[in-house]
């Protein structure tokens, strides 16, 4: 019977050491695991903000071309009005270019007429002068 006891004892012993064992590899096991799931926090956290800064750069990017856009919107817009401002120059200067021809057409004529009237006083002068002496 005593035997039997130790036997018993060393059994429990044995099996208490296995539990023992089994406990501490539990532990392991728990700890490698709650590693594992820190470890998978961060990675979350990591593609979390890599896709938060991803869309702050696209979120950017489109902002930029937007941007973009409106310069060239507005660019196209002072063109349009400096083409137009230049095709009214240009009409004005056709339109003066007229006007002037004419003017000078007209000063020619005049200048013309008033050599005549003058060339006629010169003469008329003369013959005033003649039939005075």
Same mark, same amino acid.
């Given at each position: ?15 208490? $050491? $296995? ?12 700890? !490698? ?28 990017a489109e902002n930029d071309v937007l941007e973009a856009n409106l310069k060239e919107e507005r660019a196209a817009e002072a ?9 009214? !120059? ?28 003058? !060339?006629?006083?010169?003469?008329? $002068? ?8």
């Amino acid at each position: 019977m005593k035997m039997k006891f130790q036997d018993l004892m060393k059994s429990k012993t044995e099996l208490q $050491g $296995g539990l023992i064992e089994s406990e501490e590899e539990k532990l392991k096991v728990s700890k !490698a695991m709650i590693e594992l799931q820190i470890e998978n926090t961060k990675l979350q956290e990591v593609v979390h903000n890599d896709k938060f800064n991803s869309n702050a750069k696209l979120l950017h990017a489109e902002n930029d071309v937007l941007e973009a856009n409106l310069k060239e919107e507005r660019a196209a817009e002072a063109i349009q009005d400096l083409q137009d401002k230049l095709r009214t !120059a240009l009409d004005d200067k056709k339109e003066i270019e007229i006007e002037f021809v004419a003017l000078k057409k007209n000063f020619l004529s005049l200048q013309t007429d008033f050599d005549q009237e003058k !060339a006629k006083n010169d003469n008329l $002068g003369l013959e005033l002068i003649n039939l005075m002496n």
